[in-house]
């Protein structure tokens, strides 16, 4: 007999694809979009209906949504809650949707302080984190095999905010130059849609309680993403790196940068699909094609 998954918000990035990946291994998955109410506990007990083997939450905001979560992860071999890099905070309390950029040492592992667990409107930049904290801890506290894993910058095909659309957009209109901030060296550590599915899938394979970074095996600053997308199209333009960031800035551009640690990650038996320049293709391709309709990009709070 297959293996079940159920998928809340499976009509999202991350969603569809671990989607498409868990069906492409035999898995028998659910994914309902619109029709169960992730506020309505009833209608997701209906859902997951006598149990499955793994159960993803791509809708846990805050801590009422983990505690509503809670009682069905009784009914789960293994449960993976998707959280966000936003949690984390440097030495002075700084997060990445603070006033002044936070400043780490080196690659953030799990073990990196976190904002304090908050209850305000997780839509905003400041409750975001503090909420997803608080999620984080009231599925953690549980003691059951929950996985938290914690993206930054997740990307792939399907994406409504293509940040990729900011240079794939100058490629098309053959810009002759390319201006970029800092000298293109803002790092904000990418994550593949396509990767995250494949630690869900490890997840599921190896339940426990843990917490993991999820982001692609390498980190390409603003410099290099320019690169990957413009040899991509066979685009050629002159670079012209800027000492300041008051002008060029990108998608991408977060001095001093912001790079996620994924060794607990890779211990646990996980491969990525791929890194960026090869996940990202597919995403490039489809803007190509469909560039009238697409919009130009926008930043998200917490990613």
């Known amino acids: 007999m297959s293996k079940r998954a159920l998928i809340l918000g499976g009509t999202g990035l991350i969603g569809r694809a671990a989607a498409r990946r868990l069906r492409a291994h035999g898995w028998t998955v659910d994914a309902p979009g619109r029709e169960v109410d992730r506020e309505d506990p009833a209608a997701i007990a209906r859902a997951l209906g006598d149990g499955a083997d793994l159960l993803v939450d791509c809708l846990c905001y805050t801590a009422e949504h983990a505690r509503s979560l809670l009682p069905l992860v009784h009914d789960a071999t293994s449960t993976v809650m998707i959280s966000a890099k936003a949690v984390y905070v440097d030495d002075e309390g700084r997060h990445v949707n603070s006033p002044s950029p936070p400043r ?10 976190t904002m304090a667990p908050g209850c305000s409107d997780f839509r905003t930049r400041e409750g975001y984190g503090a909420n997803k ?16 894993l914690r993206p930054s910058k997740v990307h792939g095909v399907g994406n409504k905010r293509p940040l990729e659309w900011y240079f794939v957009e100058r490629v098309l209109a053959r810009h002759p130059v390319v201006v970029l901030a800092s000298r293109g060296e803002g790092t904000d550590h990418p994550s593949a849609a396509a990767n995250i599915a494949a630690l ?5 394979a190896r339940p426990g309680r843990r917490i993991l970074n999820a982001a692609d095996p390498d980190a390409p600053n603003g410099l290099e993403i320019s690169r990957i997308i413009a040899r991509h199209f066979g685009h050629h333009w002159r670079e012209i790196l800027l000492d300041h960031d008051q002008s060029g800035r990108h998608p991408w551009h977060r001095v001093p940068p912001f790079v996620l640690d994924t060794t607990a990650a890779s211990a646990l038996g996980y491969e990525p699909v791929g890194d960026y320049a090869t996940t990202v293709a597919e995403t490039l391709d489809r803007l190509s094609g469909n560039s009238r309709s697409s919009a130009p990009w926008q930043d998200r709070s917490g990613e």
């Open 104 to 113: 780490f040492a080196g690659p953030v592992t799990e073990d990196q302080p």
């Open 133 to 148: 904290v608080a999620a984080e801890q009231t599925l953690l506290d549980s003691g059951l095999p929950i996985t938290v």
């Open 200 to 204: 869900i899938e490890t997840a599921a």
